[in-house]
């Protein structure tokens, strides 16, 4: 009978569980609407420095610049919650092997600064091209197994360290933007991984939401060929990411292909400004296409930006280009039962100056397109965090100690 009644409770649970996984997605434990991404260091020092405590610790790097009242100051301007890039090169390097406790202890120091200053934090594993300072980056992730598995283990130690804090408080992202099934032939290499790290991550931390994302850069194309329910947990929040249209968010940007760096001075939106006067600014690109590109490309450089300049010459134009994000998200998540509420734009943002360039973009062109990117992400029900704090697209600080101007900030801050 003991046995009976055993088998009976079995089946109940088993049943129990196969119910739950068959409603429809329930909210995740962790709720934002307004955020704000922490900078990501990109003047690191060399890799051979990385075992000096001095040098590495505090950790995350926005910790040798920002204290509690530059956080206190974020949750007044109206932000709910912090995304927290983590670069994760330092845990997989040798140079740390005697600091590696350190360095997860710093993080989970950092998490709980902010949430002390009233804020939610998303902890996010963001990885950065090697080369110059580091060995490891995105692409040795992603092209060595070992290193892929090195990653992952990682994944379950910064989730065992965060494992015993408040879950309405800090959430858990695993891979920023990661770099695979870019190519055209159609390779779907990231789900089977992305399950190896959510694994990974849920074995120890149970109770967090864990941010998910498709391929490629986050893209909302990525998301799409996604299956949610390959990972049966509703304890999940989905994020994509939209610079678009890109042309205008990343003008002079030397990192970003072969075509942006010779793009300055459009307006946002393009009927911003005369025509006369933007023709102007385009004759200027056109010709330092001419006088700086390689002549292989120059043809290609240029009928690429009448092309890209012909599909936002209009209000209407550009609201399409900038809604398709949010139209392609809304029908995936409809189409496999998620909730809006369970949907981030991870990050979206306009660039005001690139490192070097003495160009700075217009405050208020910046200020414009943030509004309308908000209301896109609002009107859908999604929340959103802008990138970034500092750095190229800072909304708060600029370079070498200064600040940026306030219109952004006064944007976050009229939404009260």
Not at 135 to 154: E, H, L, N, S
Not at 165 to 182: H, K, R, T
Not at 200 to 211: E, Y
Not at 360 to 372: F, G, H, I, T
Request: charged content about 25%; aromatic content about 10%.
């Amino acid at each position: 009978m003991a046995l009976l009644r055993a088998m009976i409770k079995s089946l109940m649970a088993a049943l129990l569980l196969l119910m739950a996984l068959a409603l429809p997605g329930q909210a995740a434990t962790f709720a934002m609407k307004r955020g704000l991404n922490l900078d990501q260091w990109v003047t690191w020092p060399g890799e051979d420095q990385w075992g000096d405590a001095k040098t590495i610790l505090p950790y995350p790097e926005w910790r040798k610049f920002l204290k509690a009242d530059d956080l206190r100051a974020l949750k007044e301007a109206g932000f709910d919650f912090l995304r927290m890039p983590v670069d994760p090169s330092p845990f997989l390097s040798d140079q740390t092997t005697a600091l590696r406790g350190d360095l997860y202890g710093s993080v989970l120091d950092s998490v709980r600064m902010i949430n002390r200053a009233g804020l939610k934090v998303i902890v996010d594993m963001h990885l950065v091209p090697a080369g110059g300072s580091r060995k490891i980056g995105m692409a040795q992730v992603m092209d060595d197994p070992q290193t892929f598995d090195r990653y992952v283990d990682m994944v379950r130690k910064v989730a065992r360290t965060l494992a015993g804090e408040d879950p309405s408080q800090v959430a858990f992202e695993l891979m920023n933007e990661p770099i695979v099934d870019c190519d055209s032939d159609g390779t779907s290499l990231w789900p089977d991984r992305q399950r190896k790290l959510f694994a990974a991550a849920r074995s120890s931390a149970t109770k967090l939401t864990l941010v998910l994302t498709g391929g490629c850069y986050s893209a909302a194309s990525s998301l799409e060929k996604i299956d949610p329910k390959a990972i049966p947990d509703d304890n999940v929040i989905w994020t994509f990411h939209s610079y678009d249209p890109f042309l205008l968010t990343h003008q002079g940007a030397t990192w970003a292909g072969d075509f942006i760096p010779y793009v300055t001075g459009l307006p946002y939106p393009l009927d911003a400004v005369p025509k006369a006067q933007l023709d102007v600014t385009l004759d200027t690109i056109r010709a330092r296409i001419k006088a700086e590109a390689p002549w292989t490309r120059q043809s290609g450089l240029l009928a690429y930006l009448d092309e890209q300049i012909a599909s936002m010459d209009g209000p209407g134009k550009l609201l399409g280009l900038m809604d398709a994000p949010f139209k392609r998200v809304e029908a995936w998540a409809k189409a496999n039962g998620i909730k809006p509420e369970n949907i981030t734009l991870g990050e979206f943002g306009m660039i005001r100056q690139e490192y070097g360039n003495a160009y700075v973009m217009p405050a208020q062109y910046r200020a414009a397109y943030v509004k309308d990117m908000i209301a896109r992400a609002e009107a859908h029900g999604f929340s959103w965090s802008v990138w970034s704090y500092g750095g190229a697209f800072g909304i708060v600080d600029a370079f070498n100690g200064d600040k940026a101007e306030p219109d952004v900030m006064d944007v976050i801050r009229s939404l009260h």
